[in-house]
């Protein structure tokens, strides 16, 4: 039974306006949220931006200032705020002082469009990503650079930002919606962001564990306070822009209702009390505002051993606060009405897989190798489906990403899994063994998969597909 929201037993649709664009219908964006990137086309589904890529000098915590590299001037970036079937053109900019690109994590597009190490844009260089956002596609997404080598130290220094792909026809109702960038940052004591040498023992401990932070970040902000109304239920879409933190993620004692994953809703609501959000993943959640005005509870991120004893960090076990959320003093509102249905996800085939994929991840290599751009670790053709077994081997976490295709997980250690939903992140607990299937519908090209810890994707734990 889902507690406190009120669930339809049938797919009601609200009959609700497609907004021609954010403005129309919507609350005002909240304080905390990422501004939006601005759509300049005057042209319809179409959603031209730009973005550049700048050293700049922001306040990240009270009383200091940072040296950052940032998109358009702001840490997390811009969100890009798209609907399904929208053209999509960034003119990008790189005006950082080293080579970058922009990798349009989790979205379906062509090749030339991933923004992968294969495509690096060199310092004053400008380049135009373009593609087309797919019908069924909509969920959250996020966008970072890729190069090669350089993509932990990138992010670290605040080049992320968020992708929110609205959905032609959305299953939910409308209703005030977050868009919640996690992340976390080490700091120096004059401010500026501290990445350790290489050959210094925190070094070594970040290659091991993945760089981690003290300094807990939402949007940018330390622990800001979002406001609810008694009853009112928001929609919350979460991004893990973490380098190596996974977080597991409560409402102090709270349900939520867990609806919808990387590649957009599930097929049911989840009524739970937490969630595993590993690094690159996104969540979409649905939270009730309860109490009376006044009342406050945290987001958190609990406790969770991802970690090698060796390298385990002292601190693990701490309880960390993310945010505040505050219900209001406004008038209570009145349920409004989850379906119970979002939407039908239709399974791949096992029985049309054409081949099984065998990916051992050890400490910092798959398969036994480091990357190799010159080398296709897996090589297939558009249209066929497959099942990729992944294998953890070692005593830490490892999370999977794959570019270019969404996928299915079929199970884990032998458990089906118990709901369907689009992914491209998939944790790999330690000792652990996963089985997905992706059909690689189209889109021709050299795709990267690899562990979503940065520190070990940049020391080569990466692979190529090259779909043909
Ligand atoms: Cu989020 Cu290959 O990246
Ligand atoms: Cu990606
Ligand atoms: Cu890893």
Redesign the pocket.
Known sequence: MLSGFVLALSAPRTAHTAPASRAVGLPEPDPSSPPILVNISKLPKTVEVNITAAVATLSMQPGALSEVFAYNGSVPGPTLDVREGDHVIVHFRNNLPEPTTIHWHGIHLPFEADGSPFQPIAPGKTHDYEFTVRAGTAGTYWYHPHPDRRTGFAIGKGLFGGIVVHAADDPLPSMDEKLIILSDNRFLQDGSIGFAEAASFTGGVDEENGREGPVLFVNGHVMPTVSIRNGEVQRWRLVNASAGRIYRIALSGHTFLHVGSDGGLFEKPLEVKEILLTTGERVELLVRGTGAAGTRIVLQDLPYDRYAPQTRPADWQTTRDLLTLQTTGEAVVNPITIPATLRKITPLDPSKSTAVRTIV?GQGIINGKTMDMSRVDVSTRVGATEIWEIENIVGMD??FHLHGFQFQVLDRDGVPEPYRAWKDMLNIPKHSTARIIVRYDDYPGKWMFH?H?LD?EDHG?MGVLEVR
């Open positions: 991840f490892h999370p562990c810890i070990h734990m």
